[in-house]
């Protein structure tokens, strides 16, 4: 569960991921108000009976452990001046999963994003919206992201298909291994001067502050087109036309394809590494 931060409104709000679930840290969020003292504001915040009503409702909706019979305790206590629920007395009560701490040194109270936003519209209804508007940002990060390694993994089960094709068809049984590395490496390069216009090397020269090769920066789009051009080259080496017949034809394809995937509504055609 490794920590990671976002910046809303010159504030440093970190988050981790359980089951694909952002939990924010509220110790960080009651920094817009207090900040020496955070968990004063957060131990202000749960003591409201408008809180302890709404976490108990979160709670029943996604916790099946959720001890109603504790809550019900805590409940009919809230609202009286002499009140106050903590954190961990919340956890220990209730079961809590909504809510969770990190004691010690650093120590920490994070929330579900539900409830980490229902704090932050307590404190600022501005930061409410910032913060919001921040953790949608990185949704859609994420989405772009995932999609894209989705690409990338079908780039390589073609690319399977692909050299199979050229070892079944392009590579002569007395062939040293350097000879047969250049046969995969120098079809591979055809494909790149396809789609891209020009080969790895000259990829790497013209870049060389950038790690990985030239497929790590590629678009969405560009990767769906090359697992395309690595299927339909293995079709046209099967069918015995030369690498100079070949290549003429794929980069039809190409321009075709990224035309095409280019005026699809909402198309994504951004890289997902910074190409400098």
């Not at 519209?121 to 999609?147: A, N």
């Not at 001067?193 to 090769?213: E, M, Q, Y």
């Not at 030369?242 to 394809?253: A, P």
């Amino acid at each position: 569960m490794a920590k990671k931060q976002v910046d809303v409104q010159g504030i440093k709000v970190s988050y981790i991921k359980i089951k694909d679930n952002d939990y924010i840290s509220l110790t960080d969020i009651a920094r817009v108000r207090e900040s020496e003292f955070p968990s004063t504001i957060i131990q202000n915040w749960m003591r409201n009976k408008n809180t302890v009503e709404y976490l108990g409702v979160w709670e029943k909706l996604y916790n099946p452990n959720f001890n109603s019979i504790e809550f019900d305790r805590i409940d009919k206590e809230s609202g009286r001046n002499s009140f106050m629920l903590t954190p961990k007395r919340w956890i220990s009560a209730v079961n809590s999963i909504g809510i969770i701490t990190k004691q010690g040194r650093y120590a920490d109270t994070l929330a579900h994003r539900d409830i980490a936003f229902k704090f932050a519209g307590w404190l600022s209804v501005e930061f409410e919206l910032y913060i919001i508007k921040e953790f949608q940002r990185l949704k859609q990060d994420e989405s772009k992201l995932i999609e894209w390694n989705a690409k990338r993994e079908l780039a390589k089960v073609n690319y399977l298909i692909h050299t199979d094709a050229i070892k079944e068809n392009l590579i002569v049984s007395d062939l040293k291994k350097e000879q047969i590395n250049y046969v995969y490496a120098n079809e591979s390069d055809m494909l790149n001067v396809a789609l891209f216009g020009l080969t790895a090397s000259i990829w790497a020269k013209n870049n060389p502050d950038k790690k990985g090769n030239m497929r790590d920066y590629a678009t969405i789009d560009q990767l769906l087109v090359l697992s395309n051009l690595e299927s339909y080259n293995a079709i046209l080496i099967e069918q015995g036309l030369k690498q100079s017949q070949r290549i003429v034809q794929l980069n039809q394809v190409a321009k075709k394809q990224i035309e095409v995937l280019s005026n699809k509504p909402n198309g994504l055609n951004k890289t997902m590494k910074t190409s400098g």
